[in-house]
């Protein structure tokens, strides 16, 4: 009866060794920071960012194939992408005199993205469309844009991240100032 006791204690003596050398990797958080100002700075409001649902997770999402996505299990956001893509643009686009411009005058964008990822072949696809709004008047901006990035690890997929949202950016900027000038004609 002893022998027995003695083994089931040294095989849950063992088991619980075994299970601490099979440690997974700490979860890496990562953050999008807002592009360099502008310049011309260009005044706009922000007003939502919608991206697929299954982008819309804390975790890092790449594309394998064209119905297959991964999900980097030990990497995350530390926002949820949407909102990291909102404030960041919205950093960009704060009038940085503070003055100048009223309310009803600024521009308002909101976002809609049917891509906003890598895939695993190295190309980041940007795809979906804005609706600028402003003093009652509404047009549409397409967005639509690839470019070459690093996949072999989350950090390349980051810094895609970070260069789709400076090159959304410079998009807006250049179509805001067309859209405010022909609604004043």
Not at 35 to 50: F, G, Q, R
Not at 94 to 117: D, M, R, T
């Amino acid at each position: 009866m002893k022998i027995n006791n003695f083994l089931l204690l040294l095989l849950l003596g063992a088991i619980s060794f075994c299970s601490c050398l099979n440690t997974s990797p700490p979860t890496r958080i990562f953050i999008l920071s807002a592009p360099e100002p502008l310049c011309p700075s260009v005044v706009a409001s922000i007003s939502k960012v919608t991206l697929p649902a299954y982008l819309e997770r804390w975790e890092l999402v790449s594309r394998i194939g064209e119905h297959e996505i991964r999900i980097h299990d030990f990497a995350q956001w530390g926002q949820l992408l949407p909102e990291a893509i909102r404030s960041c643009l919205q950093e960009a686009f704060q009038n940085p005199a503070g003055k100048g411009h009223q309310e009803e005058s600024v521009p308002v964008l909101e976002l809609s993205f049917q891509q906003f990822e890598g895939n695993q072949q190295g190309t980041f696809t940007v795809k979906g469309h804005g609706w600028l709004r402003q003093a009652g008047e509404l047009r549409q901006l397409p967005v639509h844009f690839t470019f070459p990035y690093s996949p072999e690890n989350e950090e390349g997929l980051v810094s895609a991240h970070q260069e789709a949202v400076k090159r959304l950016a410079v998009i807006i900027q250049e179509h805001i100032p067309q859209f405010c000038s022909s609604g004043q004609d």
